[in-house]
């Protein structure tokens, strides 16, 4: 349910309206726009039955939300979500583009990485240092240390870094080195690390599960909404169908469905999306004609050496290309 309240309420109406929301076991959040504060209550609702609250002075309307993702919708906020990290925005307009390698693997790729995208003025870098890895005995990642190679890059060129968690432990250990924290595909549900994220004062970039339906993948967001972080960018990072000349099927048309259904931004990762380079930058294209706020992209400085996804990195002079391109389109209103 939604409560929106009447434009100039006192902090007495206000804190009256909550009280009695919370004094019927229910949860209130609160979200202050330009032109409305809205009250989102969060429980079973049914308990409100018998105990009407619609005649409080103060509230101007209650809309009921009956889907089941209720933070994370329009319906909860219709003006669309940004992300701001040291003044580097992301959603409503600001296209971004975040690139990196697949794996951190040595410092020199780090940096060299991290140079050429501080001389190409983009501001967010990728790299994993703990790898979710379909086979146990590939490259795990760096771990630790790749974190510590992050963070150097990170202050030397003033970029910002986004890499993956992929348990709750992984949070207090990376908290200093990241800017963004990824959630993979493979952890989309994992609900007690988005629960934990949650708690979280960094940005979450939430990649849909494999064989998530659009609908899951925004209620896995709404986990780490309701405890607090509104701050998520979701990701399209394709979906597994019976099609295999591509990795995944990129489902572009999730990205225009989440757009109507959600106020978040949402990304989208050509590179895992294909899983083939010559994919990348027509995928690009295209999320940004269909109005996604930004892409995603693996690249290497010597892809061929990569030790994890090598065919669908790009190396720095294609991906300068494709900036070039990319930034040139516009996306029709
Ligand atoms: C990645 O970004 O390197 C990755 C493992 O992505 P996904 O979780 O989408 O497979
Ligand atoms: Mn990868």
Redesign the pocket.
């Known amino acids: 349910m939604i409560i929106v309240l009447e434009k100039n309420i006192s902090e007495e109406k206000k804190n009256y309206i909550l009280k009695r929301i919370y004094d019927c076991g229910l949860t209130p959040h609160i979200s202050v726009g330009i032109e409305k504060t809205i009250i989102g209550v969060v429980g079973d609702e049914r308990i409100l039955q018998g105990k009407p609250i619609d005649g409080i002075p103060g509230i101007e309307k209650i809309i009921s939300i009956l889907k089941p993702y209720k933070l994370v919708s329009r319906d909860f906020k219709k003006e669309n979500t940004i992300i701001n990290v040291k003044g580097n925005k992301i959603g409503d307009g600001n296209f971004a583009f975040i690139a990196g390698p697949?794996?951190v693997e040595s410092r020199e790729q780090i940096d060299s990485t991290a140079e050429f995208l501080f001389k190409q003025g983009l501001f967010f870098l990728?790299g994993?240092a703990f790898?979710?890895r379909t086979s146990p005995y590939s490259f795990q990642g760096l771990g630790k240390q790749g974190l510590d190679y992050l963070k150097e890059v990170s202050i030397k060129y003033n970029i910002g870094i986004v890499s993956?968690v992929m348990d709750t432990r992984d949070i207090e250990i990376s908290y200093n080195s990241i800017d963004i924290f990824?959630?993979?595909?493979?952890?989309m549900q994992n609900y007690s690390l988005l629960t934990e994220l949650g708690k979280q004062d960094k940005p979450v970039l939430l990649?849909?599960g494999?064989s998530s339906t659009i609908k899951e993948w925004l209620m896995a967001a709404e986990y780490i909404m309701l405890k607090g972080n509104s701050n998520i960018i979701l990701?399209e990072?394709?979906i597994r169908t019976f099609e295999d000349y591509t990795r995944n099927t990129l489902d572009l048309s999730s990205v225009i469905a989440i757009k109507k259904m959600s106020h978040l931004p949402v990304l989208v990762?050509p590179?895992?999306g294909t899983g083939r380079k010559d994919m990348v930058l027509p995928m690009s294209l295209a999320a940004k004609v269909i109005g996604a706020d930004g892409v995603?992209i693996?690249i290497h400085p010597e892809p061929e050496k990569a030790l994890?996804?090598s065919q669908q990195s790009l190396n720095f002079e294609e991906f300068e290309k494709l900036i070039k391109k990319v930034s040139s389109l516009k996306c029709p209103d």
């Not at 990824?182 to 952890?187: D, E, K, P």
């Open positions: 697949c794996s990728r994993g790898k979710p993956e990824q959630v993979g595909a493979r952890n990649k849909r494999m990701c990072r394709g990762d590179s895992h995603i693996e994890s996804d």
